[in-house]
């Protein structure tokens, strides 16, 4: 379970976040949506402490830490239970594909390398990169990047991941490959915590949408209630622009 009290997130005299509240179920898929700038992806950055928010209590599990007060021993405790999939892959260009998704294995979790290479061959077959274990980044395509990236999520067997539009920096053509394996990890039964600008692909994956404007929650419920019954205005203009087929 994850969960969150008012966080409160300024950069300068912009409030970016304000006052949060959010309680995630383990096993839950939760998709965040909503217009550039209303605090989506510093929202996701503050739940792995990424972004350090100017206040809130932050729970998961039964590791709790105040953004406040936080001492680097329960950063890292939360950090441990959290795993980030990026828009920008984050990829080590001068490792090779398994390299990536064993490094935090080996360097952070002490586990030995024979046991981290075995697990992380098995996690690259299962987001379909089997063969491709010893090419480097700049061999790969974005998808095959992105999905490198999920590998080296799930290798750390995390309580809860998060996506950061994990489809924004593809080519419209790999989308959907990426979008494939996400669907995969979700049935697995993981918590995923999701920012996404694919509206279609929130309807089909999320148990819970999320619409967020101006640093706040404006609307949440299953995809049917956000997508086919929106309640408020905002959240209906937002949508009016885009397109969910089903």
Request: proline share 3%; net charge neutral; aromatic share 6%.
């Given at each position: 379970?994850?969960?969150?009290?008012?966080?409160?997130?300024?950069?300068?005299?912009?409030?970016?976040?304000?006052?949060?509240?959010?309680?995630?179920?383990?096993?839950?898929?939760v998709v965040i949506i909503g217009?550039?700038?209303?605090?989506?992806?510093?929202?996701?950055?503050?739940?792995?402490?990424?972004?350090?928010?100017?206040?809130?209590?932050?729970?998961?599990?039964?590791?709790?830490?105040?953004?406040?007060?936080?001492?680097?021993?329960?950063?890292?405790?939360?950090?441990?239970?959290?795993?980030?999939?990026?828009?920008?892959?984050?990829?080590?260009?001068?490792?090779?594909?398994?390299?990536?998704?064993?490094?935090?294995?080996?360097?952070?979790?002490?586990?030995?390398?024979?046991?981290?290479?075995?697990?992380?061959?098995?996690?690259?077959?299962?987001?379909?990169?089997?063969?491709?274990?010893?090419?480097?980044?700049?061999?790969?395509?974005?998808?095959?990047?992105?999905?490198?990236?999920?590998?080296?999520?799930?290798?750390?067997?995390?309580?809860?991941?998060?996506f950061d539009e994990p489809t924004?920096?593809?080519?419209?053509?790999?989308?959907?490959?990426?979008?494939?394996?996400?669907?995969?990890?979700?049935?697995?039964?993981?918590?995923?915590?999701?920012?996404?600008?694919?509206?279609?692909?929130?309807?089909?994956?999320?148990?819970?949408?999320?619409?967020?404007?101006?640093?706040?929650?404006?609307?949440?419920g299953t995809p049917q209630e956000?997508?086919?019954?929106?309640?408020?205005?905002?959240?209906?203009?937002?949508?009016?622009?885009?397109?969910?087929?089903?």
């Amino acid at each position: 379970m994850i969960q969150v009290q008012g966080i409160h997130k300024r950069f300068g005299e912009n409030d970016i976040l304000k006052g949060i509240d959010l309680t995630i179920k383990q096993g839950e898929v939760v998709v965040i949506i909503g217009p550039s700038g209303s605090g989506k992806t510093t929202f996701l950055r503050c739940l792995n402490f990424l972004e350090r928010a100017d206040s809130g209590v932050l729970q998961i599990g039964e590791t709790v830490a105040d953004f406040k007060q936080a001492t680097k021993k329960q950063v890292l405790a939360i950090r441990k239970k959290t795993a980030m999939v990026f828009q920008q892959y984050a990829l080590f260009f001068n490792r090779t594909a398994l390299e990536n998704v064993i490094e935090g294995l080996v360097i952070a979790r002490k586990v030995p390398k024979k046991v981290a290479t075995e697990k992380g061959k098995a996690l690259l077959a299962q987001v379909g990169l089997k063969g491709k274990e010893h090419h480097y980044p700049n061999e790969l395509s974005g998808g095959q990047q992105q999905r490198v990236g999920i590998a080296r999520a799930l290798a750390l067997n995390p309580e809860v991941i998060l996506f950061d539009e994990p489809t924004s920096a593809l080519d419209p053509e790999l989308v959907g490959e990426t979008l494939d394996v996400i669907k995969q990890v979700a049935e697995a039964g993981s918590t995923l915590v999701i920012v996404t600008h694919e509206m279609q692909f929130a309807y089909e994956i999320a148990d819970r949408v999320i619409f967020m404007e101006d640093g706040k929650i404006v609307e949440q419920g299953t995809p049917q209630e956000v997508f086919d019954h929106t309640k408020e205005a905002r959240t209906k203009n937002f949508l009016a622009r885009t397109a969910v087929y089903h």
